[in-house]
């Protein structure tokens, strides 16, 4: 198979110096090139901004809406120049010889029309075979391409009755179903489980491989790129600043950046520190394999036996949908409790019951020997203050009208003992803790970064001192590296303050980088709990086992 | 810190909202329009006598002759006077009645989005139930029934608004209900009505701004229709709508009576379409932003 591919090697798409601007002149793509061989992947790594996404839609000889190429030409096998091409002759290509798999399947695909349809419409634009029988064997077979049933009762199915792998399969169907040379995919296992990715990333790999498909894969995430990838570029604000064979660039990386960009990324294993400083919280160190080894023999596994915060048969459902089927666990001062799950485990929903937030479930939420009522308004202020929430997404989380300084000062102001000098003495205080210069109190969120907003909404949490802080997926809408001085933040400050803290993620990796304790949560119930490296190393629960063997890794 | 400090890129702060309002073309003709027939209109009043000679209401010779400027009226009244005279009361009528109806509308709106449930429906089927009856068949009923009063007026007008407004409030403001500020800001005990003040209103101005436009104008219109059927202002008020009613029948003797007010509320009604057009595009250029 190898040498096949090697014979067959050849260049399917080949971009140079391909530069893009802003309607304004402000160039946004500084000459990047690159070449796509049949068989084979290219991933284009990069942060958000660094121009990756452009750079592939132009491939595609497509543009966003405020975008314009001044430069350079992307060729095809044939050696057309295809952003020489009208747009009808490049809408000719796309879907065609040329086809993009889109981020988010969910959006993608017409909620109306039923998936055996919306796959054949694009062999019946493009004119694929002679008959209609001919694409209907065509629409049968890439279905089966992709790993999906093919009988007729599931072509018949709608969007909504498939789950966002299967969805995602679809996707990938669409481009593949007319045989491109080129296939384009921006990011399309991001809103993925790892198993759902895993599954994903092995047809993908499959599809390029067995059909000699030049792939061009866009990504944030390094580890899939490892699992994917037999070329990787890296590119760094419209430039690429790093090229070559993925094994040589992830493991011998040769600029700064490339190194830095790996570096943040968290590890399974735990065995770099991602961001900079080596937290020791309780008596057990996080992060470092080898102290923690030495730990584990030498201290207790949960750090100070009075638990703080305790949570027991805590069950929530909508209608007869049940999320939540008795979760209990504890949680002791000071301690780091990672709560892991994939989406609709219903991790989130746990989080936000403690936090007061869900006021609707049944069972208790003590906060140091008093159960706690179930709504915030409910609670006392005193309560409230224990118990902090940080929202996964800072672009949500803080009002766009609103000044870092009203926002993060509004816990204060509820409290209603401050006066307006010592509430904005807080509030300087809180941003100086989560590392934010005074003069962000008078900014507004749009004119911060995402890094910045989630410190500004940490701060939030923070400046009410309390000894519980939830933090709901606060990493997974930030890149790699701000995710890295985020978790990087969480330890420190968990260090000078003393909190407890329940961090809810999907990404196992995270695991040894910031938490004690490790409670996987499968369909509303914990399957395994206990220090993070005996859960890791001796998985108790078959869902663990299987969760672990699809993380991808470097 | 390093790690932020590259990934920082400078982030161009947009424009404000007035600025792109002002930046637009429709939006200057629209300002320019407005702005001379509410100039007319309030400093009109100020310089009556002293310009024409007479007080709005003051005969000055004999019906429907061309004595003066623009003639006289169907009672010999100076038409220039009348006209310059006419207008505040329907400005200052028409923006009682829309600040009401968005007042009312705004609330009802918001309180439908942010409580849901059963207070939603209540609120917008009594919505449904308002809006099933035509403006201006609604404000004839209340004022036949409570008199041809100023104060009846801008409360029927404001209170037709109010639905349509509301409408519009609810459903920008169930997207802002959604985000997460909104949840931060129940986690901390924030009073509901404070939530909606402080976090759900400012961040649906851009639709409320273009409504407020778009209801100044109607309210401009309907008021002007009402005093042109007899009930709204009464004579020998002066105003635009009761002149075009007096004089029409007198169209092709003496037009200026009739041309003036009109020309004047459709100037005005031009004017604030256009600039309520510049604020909806402009909002809808803070939307992409975000």
């Known amino acids: ?554 | 810190m390093t790690t932020i400090d590259t990934a920082t890129e400078a982030i161009a702060v947009p424009p404000g909202l007035l600025r792109r309002i002002i930046r637009q073309r429709q939006a200057k003709i629209g300002l320019v329009l407005t702005g001379i027939v509410v100039l007319v209109a309030v400093v009109g009043p100020l310089l009556l006598p002293w310009l024409t000679g007479y007080t709005s209401t003051e005969f000055a010779g004999r019906p429907f002759q061309p004595d003066g400027v623009f003639g006289t009226d169907n009672l010999g009244r100076d038409i220039l006077s009348r006209f310059l005279g006419g207008g505040l009361t329907l400005l200052v009528f028409a923006a009682l009645a829309t600040a009401l109806g968005m007042v009312l509308g705004t609330a009802a709106g918001m309180l439908a989005a942010y409580q849901g449930g059963a207070l939603d429906g209540i609120i917008m089927r009594g919505n449904d139930v308002l809006l099933a009856l035509p403006q201006l068949v609604f404000a004839l009923l209340a004022i036949t029934v409570l008199g041809p009063q100023g104060w009846v007026v801008v409360l029927v007008i404001g209170i037709t608004h109010a639905p349509r407004i509301a409408r519009v409030t609810r459903s920008a403001a169930s997207a802002v209900i959604t985000e997460d500020f909104i949840r931060a800001s129940e986690m901390y005990a924030v009073p509901r009505w404070k939530i909606l003040l402080k976090d759900v209103l400012p961040n649906i101005t851009g639709p409320l701004m273009v409504e407020l436009g778009l209801r100044m104008t109607y309210s401009i219109a309907a008021i002007a229709s009402l005093s042109f059927l007899g009930l709204g202002m009464q004579p020998p008020t002066a105003d635009w709508g009761l002149m075009i009613n007096e004089n029409r029948i007198a169209l092709t003797v003496q037009p200026w009576g009739v041309i003036l007010p009109v020309l004047a509320i459709a100037i005005l009604t031009v004017g604030s379409n256009l600039i309520t057009d510049a604020v909806a595009r402009a909002s809808a250029t803070v939307e992409e932003n975000k």
């Open chain 1, 1 to 554: 198979m190898r040498t096949l591919i090697e014979q067959q090697t050849e260049v399917a798409l080949q971009a140079t110096d391909l530069r893009v601007a802003t309607a304004l002149g402000k160039e946004i793509l500084h000459g990047v090139s690159f070449t796509l061989q049949r068989g084979r992947m290219l991933a284009l790594v990069g942060e958000s901004g660094s121009g990756k996404t452009t750079a592939g839609l132009a491939c595609l000889g497509y543009f966003r809406t405020g975008l314009k190429h001044v430069g350079g030409t992307v060729e095809l096998s044939d050696g057309t120049d295809l952003l020489a091409l009208t747009d009808a002759g490049r809408r000719g290509l796309r879907g065609g010889s040329i086809s993009y798999v889109p981020q988010d399947p969910a959006l993608s695909l017409n909620p109306a029309m039923r998936i055996g349809t919306q796959i054949m419409e694009v062999l019946r634009v493009h004119g694929y075979g002679a008959s209609e029988q001919a694409r209907r064997n065509r629409l049968a077979e890439v279905l089966t391409d992709v790993g999906l049933p093919n009988d007729a009762a599931y072509q018949r199915r709608w969007p909504h009755e498939l789950s966002g792998g299967q969805q995602q399969r679809v996707g990938i169907a669409m481009a593949f179903a007319f045989r491109p040379e080129v296939m384009v995919m921006d990011e399309p296992t991001t809103g993925l489980d790892v198993t759902t990715q895993a599954l994903v990333l092995q047809t993908i790999h499959q599809l390029v491989t067995t059909h000699a498909v030049a792939g061009l894969y866009i990504t944030h995430d390094l580890a899939v790129v490892s699992e994917v990838a037999d070329e990787v570029a890296v590119m760094l604000a419209g430039r690429i600043v790093e090229q070559g064979r993925s094994d040589q660039v992830l493991h011998d990386p040769q600029h700064a950046y490339t190194r830095k960009l790996l570096n943040a990324v968290p590890d399974l294993a735990g065995r770099h520190h991602i961001g900079e400083v080596e937290a020791v919280t309780g008596a057990m160190p996080i992060v470092s394999r080898e102290r923690a080894a030495s730990a584990r023999v030498a201290t207790p596994v949960v750090a100070e036996p009075t638990s703080l915060l305790s949570v027991a048969d805590l069950r929530l459902s909508y209608g007869t949908n049940a999320v939540l089927n008795g979760i209990d666990f504890e949680l002791g001062r000071g301690e780091s409790l990672m709560l892991l799950g994939e989406s609709g485990s219903g991790k989130t929903t746990a989080a936000r019951c403690i936090a007061g937030l869900n006021d609707t479930y049944t069972g208790s939420v003590s906060l140091a020997g008093t159960t706690l009522q179930p709504g915030t308004r409910q609670r006392s202020a005193e309560e409230r203050h224990r118990i902090q929430y940080v929202f996964q997404s800072p672009m949500s989380s803080l009002n766009p009208r609103r000044t870092i300084g009203e926002s993060v000062e509004v816990p204060l102001h509820m409290s209603g003992t401050f006066s307006r000098k010592e509430r904005r003495a807080l509030v300087l205080e809180a941003l100086d803790q989560v590392q934010l210069a005074a003069s962000f109190i008078d900014r507004r969120p749009g004119q911060l970064s995402g890094g910045e907003r989630q410190r500004a909404a940490i701060a939030r949490a923070l400046v009410n001192a309390p000894s519980v802080l939830v933090c709901d997926e606060v990493t997974s809408a930030l890149d790699v590296s701000v995710q890295a001085s985020i978790i990087d933040l969480l330890r420190t400050l968990q260090v000078e303050t003393g909190m407890a803290m329940v961090f809810v993620t999907h990404n196992i990796a995270l695991a040894r980088h910031l938490s004690q304790r490790l409670a996987v949560l499968h369909a509303g119930r914990i399957v395994d709990i206990g220090p993070t490296d005996d859960v890791l190393e001796n998985p108790q629960h078959s869902y663990t086992r299987e969760l672990l063997t699809h993380v991808p890794t470097l």
